[in-house]
Each structure stands twice: as C-alpha cells, then as structure tokens.
C-alpha cells in the first residue's frame, strides 16, 4: 500500500514537506516569469497539489525496481524515462491551468507559461527525484523492520522447538521409572544402584546443557545416548537389546546436540517397549562423504497395539530443529524391511560459520 | 473373608515389582501371590489365582492396564494402579480403580491405600465394571481392535478383519472369518465405539463391516438381504438400508 495512504498522519507530515516546495516554486513564478505573488500561486500551486499525489504514485515504482548495485543502467534507464515524463506531465499541467486561468482573467498567462518552460521540466525532475529518494527510504526503512521481525520470528520458532525437545526428552514416563528402578536397586544392588544414579546423572546433566551449546561433537553425543541406554537396560532388563557400529573418525563430526536420543528413544519406544518380548536395536553411525549416516533399526511394532504407531512426535520435533540448522530437506527417513523398521538421518558436514 | 489380604502385581519393569515387593514386606497382612510381566500373563494367573487386590501398572506392551480390567470384566479384584506418570489419573478413576500410587512408592502412601483398601475390600459388587470400555474409549479415536477373553486365553481382534457383529442375548458374536468369538458386550455400545464410517448398523441385530459387502438385494416389499465377499446372508432393515445409503453414497 502507497505510505501516504497508511495513515492521515503520514498524508499530513508528506503535506507539510510539500508546502515549502510549492512556495518555492510560487516564488520561481514570481522570480523568472514576472508574474507578481497572487497570480503566481494560482498558476502554480494547483498543479503542485496534483503533482504531490502523482509523485506519491512514484512509490510502486520504486517497490518493483529495488536499489541493487548490479541494476545500476536499469535503474538510471527507468527513473531517467520516468523523471522525463514526470518533468512533462509537469509541465503540461501547468500549462493547462494557465490555459484555464486565461478564460476567467485578463493576463498572459501563457506567455508566463512559456517563459518558464525550463525552470517547469527542471522543478519536474526534481520533484520526481525527490519523491523516488523519500519513497526508497520509506521502503529501506520498512524492510529493516520486517527482516529484524523475521529474524525475531525464527529465534522464537527455534527456541520452541529447543524447549519441546528438552520437554520430549526428560519425559516424566522416563524420569519417574528410573527412579523407581533406582530405589529398587538401593537396598537389593547397591552396586547397580550406584552406577544407575551415575548415568542418570550423566544423561541429566547433557540433557539440560541443551539451549547452551547448539553444536556437538559426534562422540558426546554417543555418551550421551549411551547413559540412555545404560538407564533403559535397566527398566527393560532381558527384554532390550543394543548394538554399535561407528566408523572410525566419525567422533569429531560436529553435529546439532540431541540429534542421536530421539532416534534411540524412538526405537525403543515402538520397537522394544511395546513388544512382549523386546527386541535388538542397532545404531550405526557412517561416515558418507564429508557428511555423517546415522542408521537406527529396530524390529517391527506389533500389529495390533492399542494406539498403531506413526504418531512420531518425537521424530517430528527433531525434524522441527534440524529444519532449523539445515533446512527441512535434512530429516529422519523411515525404511521398514524384512520385518525391521530403518529410521535412517544423513547429516552434511556441519555450517561452521554458523556455530 | 479372611485377614489375609491377597495380592498379584503386574508390572512388565523388573525394578519395579522388585520394589513394590519389598515394600509390601512392611505389611504383613498383605501375601503377594505372584506377578506378572505383561497383560496376558496378567490375565491369566489373575484367573487362576483369584487374588483379592491387584496392582496394577498402566504403560505396558500390547494389553496397558485398563485393557487387563476390561478382559477380566467381572472377575475382576480390587484395583490399585501404580504408575510413573500421573496423566491417567482421571481415566483409572473411571475405570472404577480402588487408588492410584505414583512410582517410586512411598511407605505412608502405600499404607494409606492399604488402609482404604481393606475398608471397601468385601462389598464391591460384582456388577460395577459394566460398560467399562464406553468410559474408557469414548473420548479416543475409534476402536481399532477388540479384546476377547476365551477362558484365560486373550485375543485381540483388529477390526478390519471383522466382518460383520451379531447380538446374541447379552453378548455380541463377532465374525473375523474364518473365526468367531463371543464378547460380554452390548451390540449398541460397540456401535458407539467403532468407526461408524467403516461399519454400519443394518438391523437391530447387525453391524456390517463394509469393506465386507459384496452387494444388496431386495427380500420382501419392506426388507433387504445384504450379501457378504464371504458367502453370508445378512438381513437388513428398512432403517438399517437408509443408513447404509447415507454411507455408500
């Protein structure tokens, strides 16, 4: 929308700028073209008022042609051709008062006219640059303030998504159950107890740091998951399962913290926790490329489970913050085969700039 | 009743039992019987063993805690829910459960529950777990299986392989051909429960599962015959005929 029509004070604050220069020109009237004060402001300013809502019209223009360095010659070209017909219509606006004005009064209006031809197209040029300069400002300004609200939008977006992950990942299901493993453990095992607290500790501690340190190590991350699964062996005992495989050099890769949980969490939630019997899990981390292949399987959930899995709330809010730090191509894929589902993340090697 | 209070714990977290057993020791009114890992085996002994109190987890593989109650119907002790998570708090209320004991579990608390326990212990009536699935389910998605208790034996019956639902006095047959089984239910409420854009009722006596039907052929001047992919007849009402026009449309 054309600023000036956004609010009656922006139409009264371009009004108060325009008055002077109005005046001015009156003044060229009364300077160049011998006319005395009176017939020089009623020659001159109704055209002026025209051309102030002509001029405002200039702003889409200005909206459609961005300053960009590299449109240098479009740029003089179209605000060239434009000023021209601006200085003309100018002009001829003015013309056509003096035209008006001969009807009802005595004077030579048009000569007036005609001796102002030059000072008439330069006034037009110059109104018309004038106009183009105010409107590109008006458009600079409002898009410093939409990009400072977007940036804003996306710290915001981020910082939810970091909350829910740290909300998802400290579940009360999984806190609460710990502990009751660990106080079990107390006087039964105060050895299992112990090393129980230790990871419980451990996977708390990194848990919470999340939000601090955006960035990881790929070996922090696999302690991390780790501890998890230390503390799930334990609540799950003959029914769970795991195995690693990592390549050799994948513990420097740097990648965003509390990637690597929710693909375990996941796996053991649908794959492990709701079968009877349990299951193996199996987590690999590959390296492909300059990038990391992160692959966790897991047997098939039972078919006929209350509530059938695909919810996935956990893999969505990690799609949600790898959105953040990749894009949303960059996200968990689900391949089930011979009875195993493959939940399979390919990372590139991490935007170090960014970090 | 003797004084002794009977117990049963299913939990499918070894610590977790480990730690409710020990302590139950406390209490030495109370006899823990056995316990069981997960719903099926839950089912069973509870069955076999007739306990008078179980405690009884939520969050467990393929049967959770209300399920249990459900299949045991009303050979069903006294309930207590012992839970890590207190977000089914409302819904083991409704399941007409005794208490509910948050894990880990403190000693005054389990002694309070005891306490209620053995106050209401003797006169639950045998009746008051009619109509437990309605309250369970009714604010969930549809049902997508159906329990079926035969003996101590647990099926579960995924709905797309039921083909149509038969009141029988005051059970319904269910027919996942090649199969049947009897439930304790009213036709009604399983109406309620299932997707009513898969299954419709066609008669006082009938649900049809419609991925079933094969096509519909006039009878009489008021009634249909409905013809099943398996080979059956089904009769089918003047009010059971505009529904399923509402739904094939």
């Known amino acids: 929308m054309n600023p000036l029509l956004r609010s009656p004070g922006n139409l009264l604050l371009a009004a108060l700028v325009w008055s002077p220069l109005a005046a001015g020109m009156a003044g060229l009237g009364v300077g160049v073209g011998g006319l005395s004060w009176g017939p020089a402001l009623l020659l001159l300013v109704p055209p002026m008022v025209a051309g102030f809502f002509l001029a405002s019209s200039t702003f889409y223009v200005c909206r459609s042609e961005p300053l960009r360095l590299r449109r240098i010659g479009r740029l003089v070209l179209i605000h060239g051709a434009g000023g021209l017909f601006f200085a003309l219509l100018f002009f001829i606006l003015v013309f056509l008062t003096g035209t008006l004005l001969d009807l009802f009064f005595t004077q030579s209006w048009k000569?007036?006219?005609?001796?102002l031809t030059l000072v008439l197209l330069l006034a037009g040029l110059f109104i018309y640059?004038?106009?183009?300069?105010?409107?590109?400002?008006?458009?600079?300004?409002?898009?410093?303030g939409r990009s400072e609200r977007e940036a804003m939008e996306?710290?915001?977006?981020a910082s939810r998504a970091e909350l829910r992950a740290l909300r998802d990942t400290v579940h009360p299901h999984f806190l609460f159950n710990s502990l009751t493993a660990l106080e079990a453990f107390i006087l039964s095992d105060p050895p299992r107890a112990r090393l129980a607290c230790l990871d419980l500790a451990d996977f708390l501690r990194y848990t919470l740091r999340l939000g601090r340190q955006e960035w990881v190590a790929a070996a922090d991350e696999r302690e991390h998951a780790q501890a998890y699964l230390n503390i799930e062996k334990i609540r799950l005992g003959e029914r769970l399962t795991f195995a690693w495989a990592v390549d050799a050099g994948v513990e420097s890769f740097r990648l965003p913290a509390l990637t690597l949980l929710p693909l375990i969490e996941n796996a053991i939630k649908h794959g492990v926790a709701g079968r009877l019997?349990?299951?193996?899990?199996?987590?690999?981390?590959?390296?492909?490329?300059?990038?990391?292949?992160?692959?966790?399987?897991n047997p098939e959930p039972p078919a006929d489970a209350a509530t059938p899995p695909g919810g996935g709330h956990g893999l969505r809010t990690l799609t949600d913050r790898l959105a953040l730090h990749y894009g949303r191509e960059i996200r968990p894929r689900i391949v089930r085969s011979s009875g195993r589902v493959i939940v399979s993340l390919d990372l590139p090697a991490s935007p170090e700039g960014k970090k | 009743m003797s004084d002794v209070i009977r117990a049963f714990i299913v939990d499918d977290e070894a610590p977790a039992r480990a730690a409710l057993k020990e302590e139950l020791t406390r209490f030495p009114e109370i006899e823990v019987l056995a316990e069981?890992?997960?719903?099926?085996a839950a089912v069973k002994s509870v069955l076999e063993l007739k306990p008078d109190l179980l405690f009884l987890d939520i969050q467990m593989p393929r049967l959770d805690g209300f399920d249990v109650i459900e299949l045991l119907g009303e050979e069903a002790p006294a309930v207590v829910f012992v839970t890590a998570f207190d977000a089914y708090a409302l819904r083991a209320f409704e399941a007409r459960?005794?208490?509910?004991?948050?894990?880990?579990?403190r000693s005054e608390r389990l002694a309070a529950c005891l306490g209620k326990v053995k106050?209401?212990?003797?006169?639950?009536?045998?009746?008051?777990?009619?109509?437990?699935?309605?309250?369970?389910?009714?604010?969930e998605a549809p049902l997508n299986r159906i329990l079926v208790r035969v003996g101590v034996d647990v099926h579960l019956i995924p709905v797309k392989e039921i083909s149509h639902l038969e009141a029988q006095d005051d059970y319904v047959r269910i027919h996942a051909p090649p199969k049947s089984y009897l439930k304790s239910e009213r036709l009604g409420r399983l109406e309620q429960l299932l997707d009513s854009r898969q299954f419709c009722r066609i008669h006082r006596s009938f649900i049809l599962n419609l991925e079933f039907l094969a096509k519909i052929e006039p009878w009489s001047k008021e009634s249909r015959i409905a013809k099943l992919k398996t080979g059956v007849t089904l009769p089918v009402s003047r009010?059971?005929?505009g529904r399923l026009k509402v739904l094939l449309r």
């Open chain 1, 129 to 144: 640059l004038i106009s183009i300069l105010f409107h590109y400002l008006v458009l600079a300004v409002e898009e410093a």
């Open chain 1, 111 to 115: 000569q007036a006219v005609f001796r």
């Open chain 2, 119 to 139: 106050q209401v212990l003797g006169r639950l009536e045998p009746s008051s777990r009619q109509g437990l699935i309605a309250e369970r389910r009714d604010r």
């Open chain 2, 97 to 105: 459960a005794l208490d509910y004991l948050l894990k880990p579990v």
């Open chain 1, 277 to 297: 019997d349990g299951g193996a899990i199996t987590i690999s981390l590959h390296c492909r490329g300059s990038g990391l292949c992160i692959e966790v399987s």
């Open chain 2, 36 to 40: 069981a890992e997960n719903g099926f």
């Open chain 2, 239 to 241: 009010e059971g005929y």
């Open chain 1, 154 to 157: 996306e710290r915001l977006a």
